[in-house]
């Protein structure tokens, strides 16, 4: 009886962990798309910060010399590879916080989450690189190519495989820095909101009020997560639009203070609502489901 107990709970755990990945898929999918506009002024922001100086001066002069279309390329792109990204950054999230707990006893929270986040993010990146390859190069040059179908074959023939991740490094130290800091936020966020303001257990509260304090925990995190995270972000693009060829080269090139400042007022407007939209939308999946 024993062996049949815990073969069904791992079942269910099991379980668990794919609907966290289809529910990190479908959230962080839809919600990167639903963006592509932002991201698209983001990217031109920072390639040509001098021809691109505000978000006013670089929607009106795309929208003029290319027409609104320009405001979303590289859709398809964001939506296949950002969800994918987006499913084994919070599977994995949570299949290593199981994991880990085990190991560690749950004694440590901090080391638990920043360990977990981690892990998952630097297998989501690799997912993740060869799409943001593409969509940089589709969003800001547009002689390219129109898209995924398109920007694939032209960037392999032109660069073959390290093309497609010739950003992985600056990717994961854009994305790991961010993760671990979004995840570790969140869940303190979390704690703190149902401890101190509901004064009572997630179990106890609504559907309803579960809902909003992920949506506000969601916020929180993806603004603490940009702040960390802007300066790989705009060495990245730098790499992938060929500003630079190196690392060091990106750094000198934009400058230490650039590096923390160049589009961070549009990267948070960019990045808190979609990270809380993802939150709400995961934590819909993972709530009705039970």
Known sequence: MKKIAEENRGRKEE???????????LSAGITHVAVTPLDVLKVNMQVNPVKYYSIASCLSTLL???GPSVLWRGWATKFIG?????GCRFGLYEYFKKLYSN????????????????S???VANIVLCPF???KIRVQSQHYFGRGLLDGFPKLYKSEGLHGFYRGLVPLWGRNLPFSMVMFSTFEHTVDFLYTNVL??????CSKLKQLGITCLAGYTAGTAGSLVSNPADNIVTALYNRKADTLKSAIQKIGVVNLFTRSLPIRIILVGPVVTLQWFFYDCIKVFNG
């Open 120 to 122: 998952a993010e630097v």
């Open 103 to 118: 190991v560690f006893d749950d004694r440590n929270r901090n080391l638990i989450f920043f360990g977990s986040s981690a």
């Open 199 to 204: 004064k009572s257990k997630r179990e106890d």
């Open 132 to 134: 943001e390859a593409i």
């Open 15 to 25: 379980g668990y962990f794919w609907v966290c990945t289809f529910g990190g898929i």
């Open 82 to 86: 950002y969800g994918m990204q987006g």
């Open 64 to 66: 003029r010399e290319q």
